[in-house]
């Protein structure tokens, strides 16, 4: 009897254990947070909405598995005085990838592929590709060198295969690019994914596979084979394995049109640096994209997100891959996401891991975050960072770029350590 009373105690335990780990969206104060300190943000925020230098922004804090802040500041709509809301859904653009990167990491751990796996075994296109010799600024013609060998599944998870980015990457590659109709993946394409990327694998490399950390189009390719492994598309893939699961309400490749309302509007900044509204022609993205119907899914930048969204994803990554009481990836997994891939100095004083920038021992001296924190952000002006040292998570989410008075994510940062007791 008193065997089957212990055993019922360690059960209850761990089911207990797993459920614990589920964030609520009830903000609570932290022993260990000094509340006046943290509340520096909202007058630094205020403040910078009162100058004009910024619209709106989302902010989250989890500590410890707590929700400790979680509000919106200024206005998801200027010309409307609309307040931004805490549950505001955000174009998060970059912020993507990092999702992308566990769906091909899910597939890698069910022996479907290897890290260091050439992916011309599953796109031929990318066999043998060339690297990048001579280029005539012209008309955009260029000569090849062969590469020495092929690109790895490793080398997309950190964006050292020598793919650049269509529209914000080199000029030579952009231009390439641009010439081959190869898309950016920002906004919206009515483009077939897989005939893209198999275009892209005829066109040539920057530079060698895995000899240099270029940002580029490798996580748009990765949709693609999540894609071709899977046989779903990206958008039906995450769906199942990853937003459902995870209770990501409110993540989509598709916002529904009754949830439009909570998009709060894009802002840049003219000449003067003032802030005016994105235009539907600007750079050549419509910022009503994630209201289009698309069935071209960009796996580097064709989400749109809440910041309480995103923590749940970082949260699961901290927890090991478990949440929900569900095992979304493996605890090594897990851990090889968030642990230095590339070469030394490859990235200057920090690392990039299988989807995520790492905070190295140099800029942890140097700053507020601890080595080991993973970071990214996207292009209209949302970031993120996940410390798991201190058990940190931190969203900062806005939709201005460029932002020439962007330096509150770090005042934002050093008020967050400065609470930390």
Same mark, same amino acid.
């Given at each position: 009897?008193?065997?089957?009373?212990? %055993?019922?105690?360690?059960?209850?335990?761990?089911?207990?254990?797993?459920?614990?780990?589920?964030?609520?969206?009830?903000?609570?104060?932290?022993?260990?947070?000094?509340?006046?300190?943290?509340?520096?943000?909202?007058?630094?925020?205020?403040?910078?909405?009162?100058?004009?230098?910024?619209?709106?922004?989302?902010? /989250?804090?989890?500590?410890?598995?707590?929700?400790?802040?979680?509000?919106?500041?200024?206005?998801?709509?200027?010309?409307?005085?609309?307040?931004?809301?805490?549950?505001?859904?955000?174009?998060? @653009?970059?912020?993507?990838?990092?999702?992308?990167?566990?769906?091909?990491?899910?597939? #890698?751990?069910?022996? !479907?592929?290897?890290?260091?796996?050439?992916?011309?075994?599953?796109?031929?296109? #990318?066999?043998?590709?060339?690297?990048?010799?001579?280029?005539? @600024?012209?008309?955009?013609?260029?000569?090849?060198? +062969?590469?020495?060998?092929?690109?790895?599944?490793?080398?997309?998870?950190?964006?050292?295969?020598?793919? &650049?980015?269509?529209?914000?990457?080199?000029?030579?590659?952009?231009?390439?690019?641009?010439?081959?109709?190869?898309?950016?993946?920002?906004?919206?394409?009515? %483009? !077939?994914? /897989?005939?893209? @990327? $198999?275009?892209?694998?005829?066109?040539?490399?920057?530079?060698?596979?895995?000899? !240099?950390? *270029?940002?580029?189009?490798?996580?748009?390719?990765?949709?693609?084979?999540?894609?071709?492994?899977?046989?779903?598309?990206?958008?039906?893939?995450?769906?199942?394995?990853?937003?459902? +699961?995870?209770?990501?309400? &409110?993540?989509?490749? =598709?916002?529904?049109?009754? $949830?439009?309302?909570?998009?709060?509007?894009?802002?840049?900044?003219?000449?003067?640096?003032?802030?005016?509204?994105?235009?539907?022609?600007?750079?050549?993205?419509?910022? =009503?994209? +994630?209201?289009?119907?698309?069935?071209?899914?960009?796996?580097?930048?064709?989400?749109?997100?809440? %910041?309480?969204?995103?923590?749940? #994803?970082?949260?699961?990554?901290? =927890?090991?891959?478990?949440?929900?009481?569900?095992?979304?990836?493996?605890?090594?997994?897990?851990?090889?996401?968030?642990?230095?891939?590339?070469?030394?100095? @490859?990235?200057?004083?920090?690392?990039?891991?299988?989807?995520?920038?790492?905070?190295?021992?140099?800029? %942890? =001296?140097?700053?507020?975050?601890?080595?080991?924190?993973?970071?990214?952000?996207?292009?209209?002006?949302?970031?993120?960072?996940?410390?798991?040292?201190? !058990?940190?998570?931190?969203?900062?989410?806005?939709?201005? *770029? +460029?932002?020439?008075?962007?330096?509150?994510?770090?005042?934002?940062?050093?008020?967050?350590?400065?609470? /930390?007791?």
């Amino acid at each position: 009897m008193k065997n089957r009373l212990l %055993a019922l105690i360690a059960l209850s335990f761990l089911v207990f254990s797993s459920y614990a780990q589920v964030l609520s969206p009830v903000v609570k104060a932290h022993p260990k947070v000094d509340d006046k300190r943290l509340a520096l943000i909202d007058t630094l925020l205020k403040n910078y909405v009162e100058k004009n230098w910024l619209t709106g922004a989302v902010t /989250l804090i989890v500590k410890d598995n707590q929700l400790i802040h979680y509000k919106g500041h200024g206005y998801a709509d200027a010309a409307s005085k609309k307040p931004m809301q805490a549950d505001a859904i955000f174009r998060i @653009m970059s912020q993507s990838k990092a999702l992308t990167s566990l769906a091909i990491l899910q597939l #890698f751990e069910q022996g !479907k592929l290897q890290l260091d796996q050439p992916i011309h075994q599953f796109i031929p296109e #990318f066999k043998s590709p060339g690297v990048l010799n001579y280029f005539n @600024m012209a008309d955009s013609s260029y000569t090849t060198l +062969p590469a020495k060998r092929d690109i790895t599944f490793r080398d997309l998870l950190t964006h050292s295969s020598g793919i &650049d980015y269509s529209g914000i990457g080199s000029d030579k590659m952009k231009a390439i690019y641009a010439k081959a109709g190869i898309p950016s993946g920002l906004g919206d394409s009515k %483009a !077939k994914l /897989l005939e893209k @990327m $198999k275009i892209l694998g005829k066109l040539p490399l920057v530079h060698q596979p895995g000899e !240099k950390f *270029t940002y580029g189009l490798n996580t748009d390719l990765l949709g693609c084979l999540v894609e071709i492994i899977s046989g779903k598309s990206l958008e039906a893939y995450m769906n199942e394995n990853i937003f459902e +699961p995870m209770g990501m309400k &409110d993540t989509y490749f =598709n916002v529904p049109m009754e $949830k439009a309302g909570r998009l709060p509007s894009v802002y840049t900044e003219d000449a003067k640096n003032q802030i005016i509204p994105w235009a539907p022609t600007f750079r050549g993205i419509n910022p =009503n994209y +994630p209201l289009m119907p698309k069935s071209y899914f960009s796996g580097g930048a064709g989400l749109s997100a809440t %910041a309480f969204d995103y923590a749940i #994803f970082l949260q699961m990554i901290l =927890n090991g891959g478990l949440y929900n009481g569900k095992q979304i990836i493996g605890r090594r997994t897990a851990e090889l996401m968030i642990s230095p891939q590339l070469e030394a100095g @490859m990235m200057g004083n920090d690392n990039f891991g299988l989807g995520f920038s790492l905070t190295g021992e140099k800029s %942890a =001296n140097l700053n507020m975050r601890t080595k080991g924190s993973f970071s990214w952000g996207g292009y209209y002006g949302t970031t993120y960072w996940a410390d798991p040292k201190e !058990k940190l998570i931190v969203l900062i989410m806005t939709q201005h *770029t +460029p932002n020439s008075h962007g330096d509150f994510n770090a005042k934002i940062e050093n008020i967050i350590y400065g609470s /930390l007791k």
